[in-house]
Nanobody, 127 residues
Framework: AVHLVASGGGSVQAGGSLRLSCVGS????????MGWFRQNPGQEREGVAG???????IYANSVKGRFNISQDYARNTLHLQMNSLRPEDTAMYFC?????????????????????WGQGTQVTVIT
């Protein structure tokens, strides 16, 4: 079974940086589209960044130029480097995966595209 474990969240001052990680197991990691999403209580889950096995990436406009998504295939690990963090980046962050058979033309930032989800890691940006 596909298993995703996210980590790396925490509290950071505005302007600071955090690096999230998501370790995947139980599936052919290099054949999956991966994504990072975030959600606050009472709000919809929103796409932050996505990456295709062929290397293509996509970012939400709100994080472009500040966040970077990357893959470490040797360690089956997805990363999200977050720089210049703002209070509005505060949320629970989730990683997600879907077989490349279902993300043709992607990656995508639509949560319904993804099938497998990690447990979330909290990011809090304080002023």
């Amino acid at each position: 079974a596909v298993h995703l474990v996210a980590s790396g969240g925490g509290s950071v001052q505005a302007g600071g940086s955090l690096r999230l990680s998501c370790v995947g197991s139980g599936y052919p990691y290099s054949n999956y589209c991966m994504g990072w999403f975030r959600q606050n209580p009472g709000q919809e889950r929103e796409g932050v960044a996505g990456i295709h096995p062929d290397g293509g990436t996509i970012y939400a406009n709100s994080v472009k130029g500040r966040f970077n998504i990357s893959q470490d295939y040797a360690r089956n690990t997805l990363h999200l480097q977050m720089n210049s963090l703002r209070p509005e980046d505060t949320a629970m962050y989730f990683c997600a995966a879907v077989s490349r058979a279902y993300c043709s033309g992607g990656p995508y930032l639509k949560p319904s595209t993804y099938v497998h989800w990690g447990q979330g890691t909290q990011v809090t940006v304080i002023t």
